[in-house]
């Protein structure tokens, strides 16, 4: 199989679809794999390391395309990789394809192109097992990016997250007590804020009571709750997961008005279309946004900028599928792995995730 790893082309992307470590493994299997030129500087790999690793250079994204059976992505496609995909592609990467434009998704259908979003491989249990790892780094960076924006050089209004004697700590207000809601939660704890964490589910609120042991203020995430979490917070986290689907927005332009005047926003949502009305995609280059006068940070790949932590931490856990699909083939490996499976939003010329499929009518009735 000729499996192909591309530069990353969107905003501030530094993460490569495999490591060295990984083409090494495969190639040794018999596989036949392409780097381009480049593709790994962001995470530390230099072409030469790729090279010992059994890996051929190639020079454009058009030739890296062409050669390709299987590309491992990390970002979802520019629309000229798009147009460089052969027929019968299979296609590996977080694509968010819920959240895009039916143009991307046609292409896919007439090409018979099979993608595979990282982002909804999920085992029997519910478990995200690829996208697990990236919503950990995610929950830990956002208290990282929440005390940059305090600063008043960025913008913010100048407050320390965790106070000192005489000074009392941030409020911060987390929605969503996912993977990236909680990890988010324990870093904060550890700047010294002060956590509230709002979450649809009372039993999910027993165990972060119990994981946190009540170091965490917790609600129930109803309307009038979030409302008055706006009120009185310095920092709101969006981190709400419906897993492929559009995220709900529960959060109005209304209650953004009544937060302080340059407090922040963060959305995690906003791979996902995001969960406050207020919400835009933003890139690394240009993170942030005040409306409201309330300072948003809506950057959809949030790690990106950590590509050598990030890239190690998704190629631990996509390795296993890899590995798997790449020796037995594409269709036998849907047959055979139940998660992989279940991370196919088209195949052979036919949407399959029925979530994919709701989100495009809902797109199509508006």
């Known amino acids: 199989m000729n499996i192909c790893i591309p530069k990353e082309r969107r905003d501030s992307e530094y993460r490569v679809g495999l490591t060295p470590a990984g083409i090494q493994l495969l190639t040794e299997q018999g596989h036949t794999c392409f780097v381009e030129k480049e593709a790994g500087v962001g995470s530390g790999f230099s072409d030469h390391t790729y090279e010992k690793a059994g890996a051929t250079i190639v020079y454009s994204g058009e030739e890296i395309y062409g050669r390709a059976d299987l590309i491992l992505k990390v970002a979802s496609p520019i629309k000229e990789e798009y147009d460089w995909m052969p027929e019968g592609l299979t296609l590996l990467g977080f694509l968010h394809l819920s959240a895009g434009g039916s143009a991307k998704v046609d292409i896919l259908l007439d090409k018979k192109i099979t993608a595979l979003g990282y982002e909804i491989v999920q085992e029997s249990d519910g478990n995200l097992p690829i996208l697990k790892p990236m919503s950990q780094l995610s929950g830990r960076m956002i208290p990282q990016v929440a005390a940059t924006l305090a600063q008043n050089n960025y913008g913010g209004k100048g407050f320390y997250i965790g106070g000192i004697p005489?000074?009392?700590?941030?409020?911060?207000?987390?929605?969503?007590?996912?993977?990236?809601?909680r990890n988010a939660a324990r870093s904060f704890l550890g700047l010294g804020a002060n956590v509230y964490l709002l979450?649809?589910?009372l039993e999910v609120l027993y165990q972060v009571d119990?994981?946190?042991?009540?170091?965490?203020?917790?609600?129930?995430?109803?309307?009038f709750n979030i409302e008055k979490a706006c009120s009185f917070v310095n920092i709101l986290v969006g981190a709400i997961l419906v897993p492929g689907a559009p995220s709900p927005v529960i959060v109005t332009r209304e209650m953004v008005k009544?937060?302080?005047s340059r407090s922040i926003i963060i959305d995690c949502s906003i791979d996902q279309g995001g969960c406050m009305e207020t919400s835009r995609p933003t890139n690394h280059s240009n993170p942030t946004y005040l409306e409201e006068d309330v300072i948003h940070y809506c950057v959809p790949n949030m790690t990106g900028v950590l590509g050598r932590t990030a890239t190690h931490a998704m190629?631990?856990?996509t390795w296993p599928y890899i590995s798997q699909l790449a020796e037995i083939g594409i269709k036998k490996a849907l047959k055979e792995i139940p998660a992989?499976?279940?991370g196919v939003?088209?195949?052979q010329g036919k949407i399959v995730s029925q979530v994919l499929t709701n989100a495009l009518k809902g797109r199509k009735s508006v």
């Open 210 to 223: 119990r994981e946190f042991k009540s170091r965490v203020n917790t609600l129930i995430s109803y309307p």
């Open 340 to 342: 992989l499976n279940n």
């Open 166 to 181: 005489g000074i009392p700590p941030a409020n911060v207000a987390i929605l969503g007590s996912g993977v990236v809601g």
């Open 345 to 347: 939003y088209t195949h």
């Open 199 to 201: 979450d649809s589910s």
């Open 258 to 260: 009544m937060m302080h």
């Open 315 to 317: 190629s631990n856990a």
